[in-house]
């Protein structure tokens, strides 16, 4: 069966275990009328898209305000880097993709993960089954396009695995390259390009698609982070932010329509492209990578076997010269003050 057709919905098995999740998040020690709402910016790692699609639903329907937050969501993307706005304090909240976050936090920068909501790598190579690609080896001796503004070390550790020599292509922007055939294939991500690719007259069964979670690499990516400081400075600022972010995120996987229709308007607020059913697709692909079918690890949860290979990437390629401890990078706001105990 073909990968839209398996994945074209949240399973109900994702969708329970974010609802348990939601169950195991205590309420909001104090209501908005005992005190005034703490104010606070936000930004995510891109431009608007369901990519975000928790943080914008917490915001619509009142979360944060119940958890005492005036949050302010501003628009990422080239114009408003996220790892810069949050190490200058221009926001106090912010998503980066944790190999970001790492060389951020080994280069100086006190950034701290304050809940990890990916929890699968969401990189998949996409290749046509007429160049002769229908199982991983066959992507040796071939052209592969990658995105120049991406970690090439996770590609390199991919092909170190499966013991490919390729000649890689950078790209710049857009799927042309590819649809055109001047590369075999091409690095994507699940949510995104990857239905770009689908939606451009391309039957599914025409493509093979290696899944890096499906082949060893699986390096999760989006996190909620802030500085150390504001962390220090106010605990539960963090928490609360944390918390009804993930409530934001269940709200969005249930109700897909009312969300979808909000992404749109976010969109087209910043006059972004935007059409239903791509968005529709990048929700529900992303209920597969923040809550993984059969997934154990509560969302929020980073495990530090995850984050050491990440970081030892990171430090193979030469990103980093040290790992930084990761006892100090994650401090799970997800978890409430009485499940630690």
């Known amino acids: 069966m073909a990968l839209y057709l398996k994945l074209k919905t949240i399973s109900h098995i994702t969708l329970m275990t974010l609802i348990f999740t939601l169950i195991n998040i205590s309420s909001p020690g104090q209501s908005p009328a005992e005190e005034p709402l703490k104010k606070v910016k936000f930004v995510p790692q891109w ?13 619509e329907i009142g979360i944060y305000q119940k958890y005492g937050l005036d949050v302010e969501i501003l ?30 936090r080994a280069h100086g920068v006190n950034v701290i993960n304050i809940a990890q909501t990916s929890q699968r790598s969401a990189i998949v190579i996409v290749a046509k089954k007429k160049n002769g690609i229908n199982k991983v080896e066959d992507l040796n001796a071939k052209r592969i396009g990658y995105w120049r503004t ?58 093979t698609h290696f899944l890096f979670f499906e082949h060893d690499v699986n390096l999760p ?14 605990p539960e600022l963090c928490r609360n932010f944390v918390k009804a972010s993930l409530e934001g995120w269940i709200y969005a996987f249930a109700n897909e329509k009312k969300t979808v229709e909000t992404i749109i308007k976010y969109m087209n607020k910043v006059h972004i492209k935007a059409n239903n059913p791509h968005q529709k697709w990048m929700l529900a692909r992303m209920g597969d990578i923040i809550s993984p079918p059969n997934q154990k690890k509560p969302i929020g949860s980073l495990a530090e076997e995850d984050y050491l290979r990440v970081a030892s990437i990171l430090k193979e390629y030469n990103l980093i010269s040290s790992i ?13 003050e009485d499940a630690k105990k």
């Not at 431009?47 to 915001?59: D, I, L, S, T, V």
């Open 47 to 59: 431009h608007h898209q369901a990519q975000f699609a928790g943080y914008y639903m917490a915001y």
């Open 75 to 104: 628009d990422g993307g080239p114009s408003a880097p996220s790892a810069k706005m949050l190490s200058e304090s221009r926001v106090d909240f912010a998503t980066l993709q944790l190999s970001a976050a790492i060389q951020q």
């Open 150 to 207: 991406d970690f090439e070390g996770v590609l390199q550790t991919f092909l170190k695995r499966h013991n490919l020599k390729v000649e890689i292509v950078p790209i710049n922007s857009t799927v042309n390259l590819f649809l055109l055939d001047g590369i075999d294939a091409m690095v994507t991500m699940w949510y995104n390009e990857y239905y770009t690719i689908i939606s451009s007259g391309i039957n599914e069964d025409e493509l």
């Open 221 to 234: 990516e989006d996190g909620i982070y802030c500085l150390e400081e504001t962390y220090k400075k106010d």
């Open 324 to 336: 930084p401890d990761f006892k100090t990078f994650f401090i799970n706001m997800a978890v409430s």
